[in-house]
């Protein structure tokens, strides 16, 4: 099982971007999936959560508003708008999938089993 993210890179503050995720080896139409970011020397932290039909998302405080995440089950996908870019906002943005019967996800790492590599965003001032 692979996830592949992508569409990280360097934007001035109020720029966007848009991250993506493919997974490949097997299919998580059921699950919920998720992107976190880390700052090195910090702890990872949640962005977002979308269900498994995409009807319902959820977003840490500070990017609510700002953020989108969407899903597409036909491409085993997970996406990330991100507008109104903020230095803050500067990090490796990592996409999660969950396994066995957690299908809601979780906002904390531990809820997660597979990983994507990690794509730096770094939003200048």
């Known amino acids: 099982v692979q996830l592949q993210a992508s569409g990280g890179g360097l934007v001035q503050a109020g720029g966007s971007l848009r991250l993506s995720c493919v997974a490949s080896g097997r299919t998580f139409s059921s699950y919920a999936l998720a992107w976190f970011r880390q700052v090195p020397g910090k702890e990872r932290e949640f962005v977002a959560l979308?269900?498994?039909?995409?009807?319902?998302?959820y977003y840490a405080d500070d990017v609510k508003g700002r953020f989108t995440i969407s899903r597409d089950n036909t491409k085993n996908a997970v996406y990330l708008r991100m507008n109104n870019l903020k230095p803050e906002d500067t990090a490796d943005y990592y996409c999660?999938?969950?396994?066995?019967?957690?299908?809601?996800?979780?906002?904390?790492?531990?809820?997660?089993?597979?990983w994507g590599q990690g794509t730096q965003v770094t939003v200048s001032s």
């Open positions: 979308v269900s498994w039909n995409g009807g319902r998302t």
């Open positions: 999660a999938a969950p396994s066995g019967s957690n299908y809601s996800g979780s906002y904390s790492e531990e809820g997660y089993d597979f």
